[in-house]
Nanobody, 114 residues
């Protein structure tokens, strides 16, 4: 199983981006998925999480601005990011529990700057 993240880039403050994370390989069941981020000099933090039942959770700093969702037919999880702020600048990683095993995708860089 592999996770491939994409969608990062440079955006101005107040702008939007949508990150995607596609899972490939022998996938029999996905228990949960999440997005983490790591800013320079800081620890990796949980941004948003989604369970197989559809429950979501968000870090307080992104609540109301970010939305995590999934397309099960495409084995893809998304992170829609609106009203981006310079402090959202970080390397964003997707994580998923597939077949009872946790997997990380490679990071995709989001830079919010004017």
């Amino acid at each position: 199983v592999q996770l491939q993240a994409s969608g990062g880039g440079l955006v101005q403050p107040g702008g939007s981006l949508r990150l995607s994370c596609v899972a490939s390989g022998s996938i029999f069941g996905v228990s949960s998925a999440a997005w983490y981020r790591q800013a320079p000099g800081k620890q990796r933090e949980l941004v948003a999480a989604l369970t197989s039942s559809g429950s979501t959770a968000y870090a307080g700093s992104v609540k109301g601005r970010f939305t995590i969702s999934a397309d099960n037919a495409k084995n893809t999880v998304y992170l829609r990011m609106n009203s981006l702020k310079p402090e959202d600048t970080a390397l964003y990683y997707c994580y998923a529990t597939i077949n009872h095993v946790g997997y990380w995708g490679q990071g995709t860089l989001v830079t919010v700057s004017s």
